[in-house]
């Protein structure tokens, strides 16, 4: 069995400054993959960034970094230069590898970015 | 290109009618999943299709019939439901990529509001 644990239901965050989204996870699948998506209030859920369990660099998208600490099962998502645009729900989520797998989602944090 | 579209965008149904949600991706993917949301809560797996076929049903209600007619489309048929299934539907397809961990791209979501 797979969990995802998110621990800040909301957070606030001033224009231009770095944010850190926590996420924690379990798993006894040997092979995993972990995913951030936002979903803005219009409902789409965008992918942001993954990181697989055998990488052994952080994965980085622009403006997002995946700060993955294996041995503490984290996977806290780092958001540089906020801007107004990423005010949003941000969940975190995992899925093993192989094939067509259940996602098992974090239950998310909510994220406003302040002018 | 990692779009998925979803129609309609929004449907306001009685719980006698009959109605379907369509998904689209041009991808290639070969995995298309089902997802309903409630506010503030977190996806929920409905159903998972992997090269055409059903592959998972998360003991969805028979009132909800998936269907894909190809590796393109995925249909979700909706007859006789309840209001407590108004939700966001979201669809989602993945490449289906062997031992590795693939990564599922959302579609826009349908609003289903049942009176």
């Known amino acids: 069995a797979q969990k995802i644990t998110q621990t800040q239901p909301g957070m606030f965050v001033q224009e231009k400054e770095a944010v850190t989204l926590d996420c924690t996870y379990d798993?006894?699948?040997?092979?995993?993959?972990l995913f951030w998506y936002k979903q803005p209030s219009s409902g789409e859920m965008i992918f942001l960034i993954y990181?697989?369990?055998?990488?052994?660099q952080n994965a980085t998208e622009g403006r997002y970094s995946l700060n993955f600490q294996k041995a503490r099962k984290s996977a806290n998502l780092v958001i540089s230069a906020s801007q107004l645009g990423d005010s949003a729900m941000y969940f975190c989520a995992m899925s093993p590898s192989g094939g067509y797998q259940k996602v098992t989602f974090g239950t998310g944090t909510k994220l406003q970015v302040i002018p | 290109d990692t779009e998925v579209t979803q129609t309609p965008k929004h449907l306001v149904m009685g719980m006698t009618n009959k109605k379907s949600l369509k998904c689209e991706q041009h991808m290639g993917h070969r995995a298309m999943y089902w997802y309903k949301q409630k506010a503030k809560k977190p996806p929920e797996l409905m159903f998972v299709y992997s090269y055409e076929k059903l592959s998972i049903n998360e003991s969805v209600p028979s009132r909800f019939s998936p269907e894909c007619p190809n590796s393109s489309l995925l249909n979700l048929h909706l007859h006789a439901l309840q209001p407590e299934d108004s939700a966001l539907y979201l669809c989602?397809?993945?490449?289906?990529?062997?031992?590795?961990?693939?990564?599922?791209?959302f579609g826009p979501g349908t609003r289903l509001t049942v009176l």
């Open positions: 798993t006894s699948d040997p092979s995993y993959g």
């Open positions: 989602a397809s993945s490449h289906l990529a062997g031992g590795l961990t693939d990564t599922q791209y």
């Open positions: 990181q697989g369990s055998y990488d052994q």
